[in-house]
């Protein structure tokens, strides 16, 4: 016969791992996307910029122009800037037009990363383009865009 050990939890531990568990919830479930705008990638663009229109230039995506597998395509995204303490770019956020969920990923940089540069595989869903949005020091947002047609095994897609 195996024996139950019971141990009893002062009130001080119970309040520490409840607020732990709260803190913890209240992270996993908190985020810039809002209901619905993680699908839509005008709206999870809008949360991203808070409405402002960002500016054509200075962010450079190299993608394939044809990938055979979806599941696994190379991306380099930069974005200029002289990555000074008064002058850097703060993140970079990837969004995928057709894929389930819109918003792909977003790397933050401070004056310290010398680089506005990320070299990374995503996932793409189908033929579709892809935005690389860049924030700066200043608040203003720059975007990219590039299309890639999702083939399966080279036969179109």
């Known amino acids: 016969m195996s024996k139950v050990r019971i141990e009893i939890v002062d009130r001080r531990e119970f309040l520490i791992m409840g607020g732990a568990a ?3 919830l209240a992270a996993l479930s908190s985020g810039a996307w809002a209901k619905g705008e993680e699908k839509d990638p ?4 809008n949360a991203l910029t808070k409405g402002a229109k960002p500016a054509e230039g200075k962010v450079t995506i190299e993608m394939p122009e044809i990938a ?4 696994r395509v190379p991306a380099k ?3 200029e800037s002289p990555m ?24 933050n940089f401070t004056p310290d990363s010398g ?4 070299n990374i595989p995503v996932r793409l869903a189908q033929t579709q383009e ?16 590039t299309t890639v047609k999702v ?3 080279g036969c179109g897609g």
């Open 68 to 71: 055979e597998n979806g599941a």
């Open 84 to 107: 000074t303490a008064d002058d850097y770019c703060k993140s970079i956020t990837v969004i995928a037009t057709k894929n389930p969920v819109a918003h792909m990923c977003t790397f």
């Open 130 to 145: 892809v935005w690389a949005v860049a924030q700066m020091s200043d608040g203003k947002f720059y975007i990219g865009k």
């Open 77 to 79: 995204i930069s974005a």
């Open 115 to 118: 680089k506005a540069f990320v």
């Open 151 to 153: 083939t399966i095994g």
């Open 22 to 24: 709260a803190a913890t």
């Open 42 to 45: 005008v709206a999870t663009l």
